[in-house]
């Protein structure tokens, strides 16, 4: 599926109190097709879900009402499965592992580039647009004897539990998703990181070292370098 094609008459719901935020967010992704309502709190931003029903949502944290984690809980309790990007410069595990518990499905520390949060919105939109039935509806990624859980952002290695940083959980899954396949680092940039150029490759490597470290102590390896290419996260005896 093409950006173009994930984009095609999808709406973005932009909650944020910060009108400087919320026009510069608004503006760029009508700027990349998207059709686009804003919301200056989180009652209004409620209201505005349950009645234009978007295809995602941005959602401010710190909202001057009610936070942006209680209007995603709301949302989840009414069994709305819209997907949430948090916008917020709150950046501690806790508040990760909060947000993304309530129902959220990424998260966004600003101040933030414009071209990384469009790139995350596409990679979301992608996921979600995936076949229903591909076997991933419990949101629990396997790969041998390794899981990610995409609701509650936990990973587990032989039942041993992982600590992850945001980024290294979002590198993981993206990984996990496409297992087998060999992956470029420009590839990686652009979904895991938004940029779409080659120019901090370094950072791609730096990163695959940080999970290699946290993932070996409780098996054998599971990210192979494909000298001059980039990575693949599969079995041992996968080929």
């Known amino acids: 599926m093409t950006e173009a094609e994930t ?11 910060e009108p400087n ?20 709190s989180g009652g209004e931003g409620l209201a505005l879900a349950r009645s234009e029903r978007p295809d995602l949502i941005l959602l401010d944290v710190l909202l ?14 009414e069994d709305d499965d819209v997907p ?18 309530l129902g959220g499905d ?8 414009v071209e990384a949060l469009i790139a995350r919105v596409h990679a979301l939109l992608r996921r979600v647009k995936r076949d229903p ?13 390794l899981e990610l859980d995409e609701k509650t952002w936990t990973v587990r290695r032989n039942g041993a539990p992982i600590d992850l940083s945001p980024t290294e959980f979002r590198l993981l899954a993206y990984m996990m998703h ?25 950072i791609v490597e730096t990163y695959v070292s940080y999970l ?10 599971l990210i192979h370098t494909q000298r001059g290419v980039g990575y693949a996260l599969r079995a041992k005896d996968e080929r």
């Open 212 to 221: 290699r470290r946290k993932l070996e102590p409780f098996g054998p390896n």
């Open 84 to 101: 949430v990007i948090y916008l917020t410069a709150r950046d501690t595990p806790s508040d990760t592992v909060t947000g993304l518990s």
């Open 178 to 202: 496409n297992a087998g396949r060999v992956l470029t680092r420009a590839q990686l940039l652009e979904n895991v990181w938004g940029w779409d150029y080659a120019g901090q490759s370094q």
């Open 106 to 113: 990424d998260y966004v520390t600003k101040p933030f580039s």
């Open 21 to 40: 935020i919320r026009d510069l967010v608004q503006a760029a992704l009508r700027f990349h097709g998207f059709e686009v309502i804003t919301a200056a």
């Open 133 to 145: 039935n591909s076997g991933n509806s419990d949101g629990v990624l396997r790969v041998a004897d």
């Open 64 to 77: 001057p009402d009610i936070s942006g984690f209680d209007v995603c809980r709301r949302l989840r309790d």
């Open 7 to 17: 984009t095609t008459r999808s709406r973005v719901l932009v909650i944020d109190d």
